[in-house]
């Protein structure tokens, strides 16, 4: 709100020109109706004035052409108002008030004049409707009466910085009007562009609506001499042609530069001289508001442009039929929507009554001019604000007094007109077509807009910046000096005499490199950086603070990107590998105890494995027990003969002969999986006892905190920090400078571990890799980057050009030079860093297995084999025993039985004796020499001996047993006393 004295100055003034401001009527209404003055207050010299004239008038004409039986009549009364003089504005208005009594006014053309006018509406209760003026700082919501029917500017600032987003642009600069309309849209663009993150203003440039034209030219060509190349504009169409006009002659219309219109120069294209348009403006992108091309809307325009050739027969008629202003079709709507609420309300002879100046908060003496309050303007108000309908400038629809409208429209000047290449709204962000820009998600990427020619007929996006050719060279700050045993990663030196700095190192070939394959040459110059003690390098936190301070332009050297640098300067991408760890002493873990020879195996494979020799062992028995002889015998022998020939074949040493196809297709898959395992262990246990073998002496950083243990770091390092927030004790912390100093102290127990970042780690272990160690990261950083100013471009462009480098393999080359080869240690030749050389069972995981399903289906087979064989003894049994126990002990029995019928007990022929149970007895001998002979009822001999006579009624011989190729078999008597034949 201006000053009281301001405001009583301009009314005063405003008074003294009433009268001489006599009203024109532009229509008459018709008879027997009701008459609603409405006043119209506009720059006819302008062509956006005369043009919304037009359209009221044809809007007046339409409205009671399509509503023949309205009750009410609009007259128009105008007045002419230069359109940056706010006092004729505010002359006109109380003109229109004080003497003609109107209901409403519509205009002022500008936001500055409609600011004075706004406040006289607001004593007056007076609706004031404005279509054309724009500024966010005219708000509805200060002025009571306010109806804005424009769209406001303030979307202005998020679109600009959407565009910068998609585009990539980190700065713009703002070209604006330096007044209340022109100087409006910074905060908003300012908030927009933060709000994003990625682009900032560095600075601006305001030019005054009566600057000359060397005062505009002096301003570009300081803006040429700076970095940025992207410029927003915003400005009426006067200024900005001039603005635009001594661009192109400073030669800042190239493809080297973006231009950005706002609403107000790209909605206004119309109003240029076609010249201008095409010498000054080609490749511009502009924002507009949005207007669908509907035959109700191409009719108008047919009709608007007749209507303004037939009112303006002088008026140049590049501006009637180049882009029409939005303003027309708004002041068209306006016109229409004051006319609908008159009508809801029923208006009928509008009077007033003479206000009290101490009624409306008014300070002023009811002498200085006598302007009464409206009786119907507070209805008539919220009958316009209450209006919806459907205009030829899309919905009608006023939120908070102003009215809305659903997108924008993204153009690029191209020829002499704008062609459009995408949309803008509020919840969809960029879109190619208005159908698509409804729903989905927000987005502002480059491919959510059409194919832009810029400036220059390029189809290459501008970067947005580039080094002045004139400028002076960058001022590249090298942390120095370095200690002498990381100078292969960055050296400086600086000449006393003359001041010259060099720098080299891996880090500087880096750099350069990747500056090599920037678009653009890059001059810049090394200098030393002196800290505020006026010392060398130090705290590397302050010589940030010196970057984003911009007294120098960035820096080249070992810098770690943490989160809190990030916060005052801009990284690029590391170019080395990131990550804290930690490098201890090796120790030689060769071991001479006795009872070496069990290490090669862990306790897990020692386990399975004995297991699995016992087990197949007892599977070779089961197949072997009944026609194998070597399997039989007292229970003792028969255990000790199943140990022996499973262990046995750990030497492959078992002499045992296997009769059965089941057993041999055990044992051979065994004595594979025997042959791997003793190899293994033979391999292991070699290794163990004449390889050099060695470990960390330690594993984990937390043994260090927990114990204590003395641990060293780089000095002016941010790794000491690091570790105290870890938990370690910060007398337990010592900082060392240089590779050497880390050797000694690791060699002497001084300390008993480094922790470092990563890069410094790798450096020390290509001197001294022979005894010491990394091990894994205990802290992840981001590497090592070059900083800069925040929002520097460069970051952007270096970022691709180290990029380009890793993926071109250019910089493991560099590294080579500078390092050699990091992953291998010569020094260590034959020996080896290991953890343990301990087998365990996960290696051999598939040959237990093998065996496994080996035995089981050998067994499995061989049983179902066994009961098929006896089964009818099998079916005896069950029958004959009535106790579960008396089963099982008469199959047990039954299974202890030789059997006969055996190729292994046919081959003994004449040589062997069997006793009823399956015993053998060698032929000659006696019978007290059979071990199952004390068990036997009766004996079976073979050429040797014959019974007398035998009843085989009464003898049953056992099922199973088979007599054929036994010749002169006798049985023996029932007293069990053998016969000489």
Not at 324 to 336: E, H, Q, R
Request: one cysteine or more.
């Amino acid at each position: 709100m201006r000053p009281l004295l301001s405001f009583s100055f301009v009314l005063l003034l405003s008074s003294a020109l009433l009268a001489a401001t006599q009203p024109q009527h532009v229509t008459s209404p018709p008879p027997a109706t009701a008459t609603v003055k409405v006043g119209v207050i506009m720059d006819l010299t302008t062509a956006v004035g005369r043009g919304c004239l037009t359209a009221l008038n044809l809007a007046l004409t339409d409205f009671y052409t399509s509503h023949p039986n309205s009750t009410t009549r609009l007259q128009i009364l105008q007045r002419h108002s230069l359109r940056n003089d706010a006092v004729s504005a505010a002359s006109a208005a109380l003109d229109l008030l004080s003497n003609h009594r109107v209901a409403a006014i519509l205009g002022p053309q500008t936001s500055s004049s409609a600011a004075f006018v706004a406040e006289i509406g607001r004593r007056a209760q007076t609706p004031i409707i404005s279509f054309s003026a724009t500024s966010p700082s005219l708000s509805p919501y200060l002025s009571s009466f306010l109806v804005r029917a424009t769209p406001s500017d303030a979307a202005m600032g998020t679109i600009i910085a959407a565009l910068a987003s998609a585009f990539s642009w980190r700065r713009i600069v703002p070209i604006y009007e330096n007044d209340e309309f022109g100087a409006s849209i910074l905060p908003n663009l300012i908030d927009a562009v933060a709000a994003v993150g990625e682009s900032k203003v560095p600075y601006r440039c305001p030019i005054h609506p009566t600057a000359s034209d060397d005062y505009i030219s002096m301003q570009l060509y300081r803006l040429k001499t700076l970095q940025t190349r992207v410029f927003v504009l915003h400005s009426s169409s006067k200024i900005a042609a001039r603005i635009l006009s001594a661009a192109a002659a400073a030669g800042m219309n190239n493809n080297n530069y973006a231009w950005i219109l706002t609403s107000a120069v790209a909605a206004q294209l119309g109003s240029f001289d076609p010249d201008v348009i095409l010498d000054t403006m080609q490749g511009d992108i502009g924002i507009r508001p949005y207007i669908h091309r509907s035959e109700r809307v191409r009719q108008f325009e047919r009709r608007w442009r007749q209507e303004l050739m037939k009112e303006n027969p002088n008026l140049n008629a590049d501006f009637v039929f180049g882009d029409i202003s939005p303003f027309v079709f708004y002041a068209y709507d306006a016109l229409w929507a004051v006319a609908m609420a008159a009508e809801n309300i029923s208006l009928a002879n509008p009077t007033s009554f003479p206000s009290d100046p101490t009624s409306n908060g008014s300070s002023f003496p009811a002498e200085l001019f006598q302007l009464e309050v409206s009786k119907i303007g507070p209805k008539l108000l919220e009958s316009i604000r209450e209006t919806e309908f459907d205009g030829i400038g899309g919905r009608f629809r006023l939120i908070n007094g102003e009215r809305n409208i659903s997108a924008f429209q993204i153009v690029n000047v191209n020829g002499e007109k704008a062609k459009g290449i995408g949309f803008w709204t509020p919840s969809r962000g960029f879109s190619k077509n208005r159908k698509s820009s409804g729903g989905g998600p927000y987005s502002v990427k480059r491919e959510d807009l059409g194919q832009v020619i810029w400036p220059g007929d390029s189809l290459a996006t501008p970067k947005g910046w580039e080094m002045p050719t004139g400028g002076a060279k960058m001022k590249l700050v090298v942390p120095g000096p370095v200690e002498p045993g990381f100078q292969s990663f960055l050296s400086m030196n600086r000449d006393p005499a003359t001041g010259y700095v060099s720098a080299d190192g891996f880090v500087i070939e880096v750099f350069e490199a990747a500056v090599r394959r920037l678009p653009y040459a890059l001059p810049f110059e090394y200098v030393s950086w002196v800290n505020a003690q006026g010392k060398g390098a130090g705290d590397y936190n302050a010589l940030m603070n010196t970057v984003a301070n911009e007294t120098y332009d960035g820096v080249v050297g070992d810098v770690t990107i943490t989160s809190n640098r990030s916060e005052v300067v801009d990284c690029t991408l590391p170019y080395t590998v990131s990550g804290v760890s930690m490098v201890v002493p090796l120790r030689d873990v060769r071991s001479h105890r006795a009872w070496i020879f069990l290490k090669p195996l862990n306790f897990d494979l020692w386990l399975v494995s004995g297991a699995f020799f016992i087990f197949t062992g007892a599977i070779v028995w089961f197949l072997e027990h009944r026609t194998n002889p070597e399997f039989r015998g007292p229970p003792t022998h028969q255990l000790g003969t199943v140990f022996y020939f499973s262990f046995s074949t750990l030497v492959f040493a078992h002499k045992e002969t296997m009769t059965s196809n089941l057993s041999k297709f055990v044992v051979t898959i065994w004595v594979f999986v025997v042959l791997i395992l003793t190899s293994s262990y033979t391999a292991s246990l070699t290794s163990m006892l004449t390889v050099r073998q060695f470990q960390p002496t330690i594993t984990d950083y937390k043994e260090l905190i927990v114990k204590g243990l003395p641990v060293g770091h780089l000095r002016h390092s941010f790794v000491k920090q690091l570790l105290i927030r870890m938990g370690f004790n910060e007398k337990n912390l010592f900082p060392y400078k240089s590779p050497q100093e880390y050797k000694d102290a690791l060699s002497n127990g001084t300390i008993v571990a480094v922790i470092d970042e990563i890069p410094y780690l790798k450096i020390f272990l290509s001197y001294y890799c022979e005894n010491f160690t990394m091990g894994s990261p205990i802290y992840k950083t981001s590497g090592f980057g070059y900083a800069f100013p925040k929002g520097s471009p460069l970051v952007s462009d270096l970022s691709r050009a180290i990029l380009s480098l890793t993926e071109s393999n250019e910089i493991l080359e560099i590294e080579r030079r500078w390092f050699g080869e990091l992953s291998t240690c010569p020094k260590q030749g034959g020996n080896s860093i290991s953890s343990s050389n301990s087998l365990d069972f996960n290696s051999f995981y598939g040959l237990f297995l093998i065996t496994g399903v080996a035995s089981i289906l050998a067994l499995i087979f061989y049983s179902l084999s066994f009961l098929y064989t006896n089964r009818r003894s099998l079916a005896s049994i069950a029958a004959e025993e009535n106790t579960l126990k008396g089963r099982v002990s008469s199959v047990a029995r039954l299974y202890d039985g030789k059997d006969i019928s055996s190729h292994t007990f046919k081959k003994l022929g004449k040589n062997v004796a069997l006793d009823g149970r399956g015993a053998t007895t060698s032929a000659g001998s006696s019978p007290r020499f059979n071990a199952d002979q004390s068990e036997s009822p009766f004996s079976i001999s073979l050429g040797t001996t014959t019974p007398p006579s035998m009843d085989f009624s009464s003898h049953e011989i056992p099922q199973g047993t088979s007599m054929d190729g036994i010749s002169q078999v006798e049985m023996a008597s029932p007293q069990g006393i053998p016969q000489p034949r």
